[in-house]
């Protein structure tokens, strides 16, 4: 009988150097109990493990960075006769060191600024204290073109900064004779154009408007950074803005509503840093109707004639209500187209008859009959129409009389049948 005595064999991990900074071949080791050799042998980082050689107890990483540090350990195995055993180190703790910061670059006073001001940036880092002895490199980039390249100067002047220097600007810091090289965010810089003058000009010219017309102004500046406002002032009252993104022109239309819309228009171009204005345009305006009175012509002519059609109507109905007065002279006798019975329509005035006969060959029309009394005292007959009623003479649409029952003269003249007659009478002679 064979007796085996089996020790327990203890696995120890170890990296070289320590510190280790970035940069620099990090070594790990895993190791047995005195110095036992191990196989198929595994590294692990952060449990993952890592694509080192299984035949080898040691494992090469051979540019470590921050991101190689982390928790460590590893795996091997050891014979015994026709067994294997299988160990597993402790896990260490390997903290890769930085060189120097990751730079930042600042730009001084501001990364937006006026034209013509002048500019500093600045990559700023702060090496290991282990390595302060170390010289570092400064380069600086604008757009994905260098600037500067391997300074030893940490800071770029610009003395006087146009519209074309604006951009995205980085800067990269590295080690003498080292691969380490760290570059900082970019940083965007504006430089502000102030805006020129301003031209105005308006569309269609000044000359020949009139109320109605539409007219546009347009305001643009050839120099300035966007965005831009402009505003429109008439005699030095705004009117309105309009904000260029991009810096185009800008147009203001509107409708000449009356001569008021006349005068000097200017404009006014405004961006972050300056404020230009243009020179006056003259405006003017032909015409003094305002645009209510003008738009409602229409309206006003259709009123005007409705206004006439009433006063001729009211006209016609003053001719038919007042008589007209003839001047010396007697009412000559005519005599009334006889009725059947050979009666005539009497007409009274103040008490007394007056026959007056119509031709055949005249048309009947409404009028009024001046009659002359003694002395020279004028009085005016009205003739007017009135519905037909029994015992009157009405007129026919042929001109002719037509009697009915009663005759003119079976009327008393002072009664009410008679005054009814008197008026149906004048509508025989003048319908």
């Not at 009988?1 to 510190?19: E, I, S, Y």
């Not at 090496?127 to 400064?138: A, D, M, R, Y």
């Not at 031209?199 to 109320?211: D, E, H, N």
């Amino acid at each position: 009988m064979t007796l085996c005595l089996c020790l327990p064999v203890l696995l120890d991990l170890q990296f070289l150097p320590d510190p280790v900074f970035e940069g620099e071949v990090l070594t790990l080791k895993c190791q047995g109990w005195m110095h036992t050799q191990l196989s198929q042998v595994t590294f692990y980082k952060d449990g993952k493990p890592l694509d080192c050689s299984k035949n080898h107890q040691v494992c090469f990483i051979e540019t470590a960075t921050v991101k190689n540090s982390g928790q460590y350990s590893c795996k091997g195995q050891k014979t015994y006769t026709t067994r294997w055993l299988t160990y597993t180190s402790e896990a260490i703790m390997v903290q890769v060191q930085e060189l120097f910061l990751p730079p930042v670059l600042s730009a001084i006073p501001s990364p937006e600024l006026g034209e013509d001001s002048p500019l500093t940036l600045r990559c700023q880092t702060k090496p290991h204290p282990q390595k302060s002895t170390w010289q570092l490199f400064f380069s600086f980039h604008k757009n994905g073109h260098t600037l500067q390249e391997r300074s030893l100067h940490q800071e770029l002047s610009i003395p006087e900064v146009k519209e074309r220097d604006s951009g995205l600007y980085w800067c990269k810091v590295a080690l003498e004779g080292h691969r380490v090289q760290k570059q900082s965010p970019p940083l965007e810089i504006k430089v502000q154009a102030p805006v020129s003058r301003p031209l105005l000009t308006l569309q269609p010219r000044a000359a020949g408007l009139a109320v109605g017309d539409v007219v546009e102004l347009l305001c643009e500046a050839e120099r300035g950074s966007p965005p831009i406002l402009y505003s429109f002032y008439l005699n030095g009252e705004i009117l309105g803005n309009y904000s260029a993104l991009h810096g185009e022109a800008a147009p203001l239309r509107f409708l000449l509503k009356s001569e008021q819309d006349a005068g000097n228009y200017t404009c006014e171009a405004e961006n972050t840093i300056s404020r230009a204005s243009s020179g006056p345009v003259k405006l003017s305006v032909n015409g003094s109707q305002d645009m209510s009175t003008f738009i409602s012509s229409n309206q006003l002519v259709a009123w005007l004639l409705a206004c006439v059609l009433g006063l001729m109507v009211i006209a016609a109905g003053l001719l038919a209500y007042f008589r007209p007065w003839r001047k010396a002279g007697t009412l000559p006798s005519r005599n009334l187209p006889s009725a059947p019975g050979g009666e005539q329509c009497p007409l009274y005035a103040n008490g007394k008859d007056v026959q007056q006969d119509h031709p055949q060959s005249r048309k009947w029309t409404r009028a009024s009959l001046p009659y002359q009394k003694d002395k020279g005292e004028n009085v005016t007959y009205s003739l007017a129409h009135t519905k037909r009623k029994e015992g009157q003479f009405c007129l026919h649409r042929d001109d002719t009389l037509s009697a009915q029952e009663t005759s003119c003269k079976e009327l008393n003249p002072r009664s009410q049948a008679h005054r009814d007659l008197f008026v149906d009478c004048k509508d025989v002679l003048y319908q």
